[in-house]
Nanobody, 120 residues
């Protein structure tokens, strides 16, 4: 079993910054893909940013130039640095990981979600 634990959400003023972290623990051979999604009230969950095992990244258009995703493979952790935050970034943020087990099977895991609120 694998558990993902998120941290770093909170309340911030427009233009401010937050850094989210998500650490995985459990039976992990390798983590192939890591990503952050968000879900605003009444809306579907959508991809914010993703990063591959080799470090390749992709971003949603609405965060390009403001957010940066990174990973520490030694710590099985993914980060999301969020700068120039806007009220429309307000949402619950979920981390996602695709984990390769010792038996070479892939499994998808989600964090519990952390609230980010951007408001003055």
């Amino acid at each position: 079993q694998v558990q993902l634990v998120e941290s770093g959400g909170g309340l911030v003023q427009p233009g401010g910054s937050l850094r989210l972290s998500c650490a995985a623990s459990g039976r992990i051979f390798r983590i192939n893909a890591m990503a952050w999604y968000h879900q605003a009230p009444g809306k579907q969950r959508e991809l914010v940013a993703g990063i591959t095992n080799s470090g390749g990244t992709n971003y949603a258009e609405f965060v390009k130039g403001r957010f940066t995703i990174s990973r520490d493979n030694a710590k099985n952790t993914v980060y999301l640095q969020m700068n120039s935050l806007k009220p429309e970034d307000t949402a619950v943020y979920y981390c996602y990981m695709r984990v390769l087990s010792a038996g070479r099977a892939e499994y998808d895991y989600w964090g519990q979600g952390t609230q980010v609120t951007v408001s003055s």
